[in-house]
């Protein structure tokens, strides 16, 4: 039998600002329709409607060219602290606290414009990728790690860009753990 989650907070303290009041709503979002059921857990492929995964089912959607990444999957990275990944992770999902969405959450600002560049909106996508002091700033990491000009379109490209560099797997970790730290 499913049952909702549900209970009481026992907080040490009250979250406290915009960014634990966030990543507490954000909390709250991801339980939102979860149900706990009774049993083991198992494993779900969401590649298909019914969740189990089959050989020539798959081999079926990739000959229809029907398969795609049913949601981000987040690469954590050990070589650098967590806070680092996590705010790299929350960046991801869109539930960083840039200037448009708090705009969107009717949250009062002074400016919706990057206080860097003065050029453009603050959001995730300009603050880290389209924002000239964030160019310059790769355009330096690429030197540094004598990789080609990063070609980045969101910052999902960004988390994924070791995957396609030449470097081996331990120096990938390397590679991606700088453009983390660089975050
Ligand atoms: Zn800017």
């Known amino acids: 039998m499913d049952e909702w989650i549900s209970?009481?907070?026992d907080w040490c303290?009250?979250?406290i600002g915009i960014a634990e009041v966030e990543e507490f709503r954000g909390l709250l979002q991801l339980c939102q329709g979860v149900?706990?059921?009774?049993?083991?857990?198992?494993?779900?492929?969401?590649?298909?409607?019914?969740?189990?995964f089959s050989v020539p089912n798959f081999k079926e959607k990739i000959s229809r060219n029907a398969y795609s990444e049913p949601g981000f999957v987040f690469?954590?990275?050990?070589?650098?602290?967590?806070?680092?990944?996590?705010?790299?992770?929350?960046?991801?999902?869109g539930r960083l606290s840039t200037r448009d969405t708090l705009i969107k959450r009717n949250i009062p600002v002074s400016s919706?414009?990057?206080?860097?560049?003065?050029?453009?909106?603050?959001?995730?996508?300009?603050?880290?990728?389209?924002?000239?002091f964030a160019?310059?700033?790769?355009?330096?990491?690429?030197?540094?790690c004598k990789v080609p000009t990063f070609l980045l379109f969101s910052f999902r490209d960004l988390l994924e860009l070791h995957?396609?560099?030449?470097?081996?797997?331990d120096k990938a970790k390397v590679f991606q753990a700088v453009c983390l730290i660089a975050t």
């Open 7 to 9: 209970g009481n907070w």
């Open 13 to 15: 303290r009250e979250p």
């Open 35 to 52: 149900k706990l059921r009774h049993g083991d857990d198992k494993v779900v492929w969401l590649g298909d409607e019914v969740g189990g």
């Open 75 to 93: 690469e954590w990275n050990r070589l650098v602290p967590r806070k680092v990944s996590f705010v790299a992770w929350w960046a991801a999902l």
């Open 112 to 132: 919706i414009v990057c206080p860097i560049c003065s050029d453009l909106e603050e959001s995730v996508e300009h603050i880290f990728i389209s924002c000239g």
């Open 135 to 144: 160019q310059s700033l790769w355009s330096v990491i690429s030197l540094w």
């Open 163 to 169: 995957k396609f560099s030449e470097f081996s797997k």
